[in-house]
């Protein structure tokens, strides 16, 4: 819940809670900055100077123990309270809730492509439906770009060689900016995108025409799958659980792995990337390293759909 509920409030709940935090803190600050400055001003006028210098003699303090706990404990309590309730909001930030529509975003000088799970891609414009989670799986092509949603109160870098993430729930309907923050070249101002969301029947329509008017338009998690069986992966891979030449890929994604450095590393997106693109640097407990790397096979629409795909692979 929020504390606060700012008039011309974000287009999410978790805009409201990023809201309140901001305000928190942002009046704790004010009421101390008033109260120093007001005794500054008040001791300022009252012990100014009325004599010379020589008939008044200033008097010799050397400290105040309650003073100095009362100073020390009332901030430190302040602190890990916002602390405790920024990271509060923070875990909301990062945490998807399951069952996101994942929609995968990829910033190039100076534009933004969107590819949905559907197989159509767009720039500079992405549609989703009111009131439904949505994640965003972000990249880049060339530099450091960012995805900066005021309206949503959230922004987070894209990175040329791996993923981040970014989800959102909108909760009203309407037309919100999307920038790049991260300058990027000459064409950084210019680099910016809409997202349009859409009444739920309003949507259906629209993206059943889309699909319509894209009939190549492959879904990407068949992409996925066709290109993992056209790659030669099922015959190191199994898809029933049972370990061949590599550990099964049934329930990979976000699965412990075991490593033979004795480490461990859950699955996530970037492990799996890496596990295609650089198939030596972490190698599974009890396999041997012979993965072949497929960097200079699968392009990066090809990533993104494998991974996508071994995501459903349950
Ligand atoms: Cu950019």
Known sequence: MSLFTPSGAGASRVAGEI?????????????????????????????????REEEEETPYITGHTLLEWVWIVIPTILVMVMFAYGFKVYRDIRMPPPGATE??????????????????????????????????????????????????????????????????????????????????????????????????QEYDAWAGGAVAAAPGAVPTVARGKKLVEDSGCLACHSLDGTAKVGPTLKGIYGRKVGLTDGKTVIADDNYLRESLLEPNTRVVKGFQPVMPTFKQTLKEEDIAAIIAYLKTVK
């Open 19 to 51: 809201d309140s935090v901001f305000i928190f803190i942002t009046l704790v600050g004010l009421f101390f900055f008033l109260l120093t400055q007001g005794f500054l001003i008040y001791f300022a006028i009252k012990y100014r100077r009325r004599k």
């Open 103 to 200: 929609i995968n975003v990829t910033g190039k000088q100076w534009f933004f492509e969107f590819k949905y799970p559907d197989g159509r891609s767009a720039i500079n414009e992405v549609r989703i439906p009111v009131g439904k989670p949505v994640k965003f799986i972000l990249t880049s092509r060339d530099v450091i770009h960012s995805f900066y949603l005021p309206d949503f109160r959230i922004k987070q870098d894209l990175l040329p060689g791996a993923y981040t993430y970014l989800w959102l729930q909108p909760e009203k309907t309407g037309t919100f900016d999307i920038f790049c923050a991260e300058y990027c070249g000459v064409g950084h101002s210019i680099m910016r995108a809409k997202l349009v969301v859409m009444g739920q």
